[in-house]
């Protein structure tokens, strides 16, 4: 499987299948361990993460260019508008998200037609469909994470390089204590997809890198794995045992000469050796399916 740009890895637990995203292509794919080739359907709009709900709903949650939206998980059949927060803004969309051990949602946004311009916000979707605005002024938020306490939330605006810790209570939704905890140096590209480990550590897909890294909670490299594309998007723990590692990568933004050099670039990988288990990933909460 090749995508122009693919993210929004998801390891779903109830269906032991692995989903993720070709965002200009505005397709959403889905492969269970073993198949060839995976499932693809198209969206018809840009799409950033896919969210599968809890206790086994026929449906998922789907974060475009319009905003929010419900979908039967076997066709991808829309089925409707759970958020549109971007109404009379084209150029905005969804970008990358997770769900909390509650079922919300945290997300963020980007100007697609221009990434310089810091109109992205980071939000959260409440499970009884409240959606509120919890950070602003991000050029391409990126990457939240949550660690297994879920009292700490890392977020990433990729086009600063910078990566912060937010102090999280899942319980009230509220993000606070906001700090720089890691900046990219210029040969390291730009942070971007991310998530922890059983152990703690913080594992980041590198854009324009060609890696991904794993770091100790207080910033210090523990691990760089070189991979055969440059534009390295996200990065996810998933199997039966949560010991295999999935990372996407990107055509996107590479010349026909980059291409020509990186056959490889916008494949999905399997990182080997790693040693490490993941957490297991949240899904959105199944009463999505009723919220109007």
């Known amino acids: 499987m090749r ?21 200009h292509a505005g397709k959403v794919w889905r492969w269970g361990l073993g198949e060839r080739p995976a499932q693809t359907w198209s969206v018809g709009q840009r799409v950033g993460w896919v969210l599968p ?16 939206a419900l979908a039967e998980a ?19 969309r969804l970008n990358d998200a997770k ?4 079922g919300a949602v945290w997300c963020g946004s980007l100007n697609n037609d221009d990434e310089s311009r810091a109109d992205g916000c980071f939000y959260r979707l409440g499970v009884e469909g409240g959606w509120q605005t919890l950070d602003r002024a ?25 990566i912060y810790r937010f102090d999280l209570d899942v319980d009230r939704g509220t993000l606070s204590n906001k700090r720089v905890w890691k900046v990219f140096a210029e040969a390291e590209g730009y ?18 890198g060609g890696c991904i890294s794993r770091f100790a909670p207080d910033g210090a490299l523990l691990a760089r794995v070189p991979l055969p594309a440059s534009h390295i998007t996200n990065v996810c723990f ?17 010349s026909p000469q980059q291409l020509a050099a990186e056959p490889l670039a916008g494949s999905v990988f399997e990182v080997l050796g ?4 993941g957490l297991a990933s949240n899904p959105a909460a199944k009463r999505f399916a009723a919220v109007c």
């Open 3 to 23: 995508c122009h740009l693919g993210e929004g890895l998801h390891w779903d637990t109830a269906r032991q299948c692995l989903w993720g995203v070709d965002i």
């Open 53 to 68: 709900l809890a206790e086994g709903s026929p449906q998922v949650l789907l974060g475009m260019q319009g905003g929010v």
């Open 74 to 92: 076997d066709t991808l059949a829309f089925i409707r508008w759970v958020r549109q927060p971007f109404a009379g803004a084209p150029a905005m």
């Open 99 to 102: 769900a909390d051990a509650l």
């Open 138 to 162: 991000y050029t391409v938020a990126n990457g939240p994470a949550l660690d297994a306490s879920g009292t700490v939330l890392m977020h990433t605006d990729s086009g600063r390089r910078t």
């Open 191 to 208: 942070p971007d997809g991310m998530c922890f480990d059983a152990e703690g550590a913080l594992w980041v897909a590198h854009w324009g």
């Open 238 to 254: 998933g199997g039966p045992a949560l010991d295999r590692l999935f990372v996407t990568s990107a055509q996107a933004g590479l």
């Open 274 to 277: 790693h040693g490490v288990v």
